[in-house]
């Protein structure tokens, strides 16, 4: 399914940064990163709960956020894309 994953992370403070730092790592070992603080992260139930566990774990809640959408398996009738940024497939190989 397609979750896509956002957040904000108060910066202010060195804590703070770290934090932010840690949220992007993991977003990345589950996702690409679409914009400054946006993931799609094609990921099964299991993956989702891991993704969800490591994120909550990582924040502050009093002062940062997460937000989860989670899309399904029928996403790509739901994303529209326009813009400056190419448009690509997360399911597709990713040659790096």
Do not use: W
């Not at 770290?18 to 949220?23: A, I, Q």
């Not at 990921?43 to 969800?52: E, I, N, P, S």
């Amino acid at each position: 399914m397609l979750v896509l994953v956002t957040y904000d992370v108060a910066t202010k403070s060195t804590s703070g940064q770290k934090r932010l730092r840690k949220v992007a790592k993991i977003c990345e070992n589950y996702g690409l990163r679409v914009q400054n603080s946006v993931f799609e992260c094609i990921v099964d139930a299991t993956q989702f709960k891991q993704l969800k566990l490591q994120l909550v774990d990582s924040i502050d809640p009093d002062i940062d956020s997460l937000r989860f959408y989670q899309l399904g398996n029928r996403y790509h009738s739901k994303v529209e894309h326009i813009g400056a940024k190419e448009s690509f497939n997360v399911e597709d190989t990713l040659i790096l």
